[in-house]
T-cell receptor, first 110, second 115 residues
Framework: RKEVEQDPGPFNVPEGATVAFNCTYSNSASQSFFWYRQDCRKEPKLLMSVYSSGNEDGRFTAQLNRASQYISLLIRDSKLSDSATYLCVVRGSGTYKYIFGTGTRLKVLA | DTGVSQDPRHKITKRGQNVTFRCDPISEHNRLYWYRQTLGQGPEFLTYFQNEAQLEKSRLLSDRFSAERPKGSFSTLEIQRTEQGDSAMYLC?????????????FGPGTRLTVL
């Protein structure tokens, strides 16, 4: 079983739609969780950290479910510019090693 | 430009040759990471440094791979006796390494093609 698993997609959604991605992780002792965004042929960039209480940044909401070992990302009112690959990232306990998922591709269609 | 820089951006080599990549992190970032990324996959952890100390190295790495960060600033990643399977994008990232600061800042990567 992979340490971090994501549905690779692609998710094709119309502009204005709401889309959600899930990511599961295998290490129950994992400490930190993130969503990174990667545009085609570009480097990954931090989208948002994921906190235990959940957090929101504009149209983006991230949630953590420790009991079920998954994190989620919700994008509301999708824009064409949201088209990218969204990478789930997990850091274990007692280490600063980060494990990336394979990424979920999102295409927002006009 | 005060971001993470990598050199070269592209490298084409023949199988069996040695290659070396350089990464310059954001100034005063304590942690430096190397990743490998292939098409359709997320970045795969290779190794990381806290200042000049190499704290962790992926078990997936063969002994053909070595990384250094001699003065705690720039880092080099060397691949000896390259194989076609080494073809990938090699990404470097740095992070402040201070409490409460987990964000990694990535460089543009070095694309390696092994013929």
């Amino acid at each position: 079983r992979k340490e971090v698993e994501q549905d690779p997609g692609p998710f094709n959604v119309p502009e204005g739609a709401t889309v959600a991605f899930n990511c599961t992780y295998s290490n129950s002792a994992s400490q930190s969780f993130f969503w990174y965004r990667q545009d085609c042929r570009k480097e990954p960039k931090l989208l948002m950290s994921v906190y235990s209480s959940g957090n929101e940044d504009g149209r983006f909401t991230a949630q953590l479910n420790r009991a079920s070992q998954y994190i989620s990302l919700l994008i509301r009112d999708s824009k064409l510019s949201d088209s990218a690959t969204y990478l789930c990232v997990v850091r274990g306990s007692g280490t600063y090693k980060y494990i990336f998922g394979t990424g979920t591709r999102l295409k927002v269609l006009a | 430009d005060t971001g993470v820089s990598q050199d070269p951006r592209h490298k084409i080599t023949k199988r069996g040759q040695n290659v070396t990549f350089r990464c310059d992190p954001i100034s005063e970032h304590n942690r430096l990471y190397w990743y490998r990324q292939t098409l359709g996959q997320g970045p795969e952890f290779l190794t990381y440094f806290q200042n000049e100390a190499q704290l962790e190295k992926s078990r997936l790495l063969s002994d053909r791979f070595s990384a250094e960060r001699p003065k705690g600033s720039f880092s080099t990643l060397e691949i000896q006796r390259t194989e076609q399977g080494d073809s990938a994008m090699y990404l470097c990232a740095s992070s402040p390494g201070t409490s409460g600061s987990d964000e990694q800042f990535f460089g543009p990567g070095t694309r390696l093609t092994v013929l």
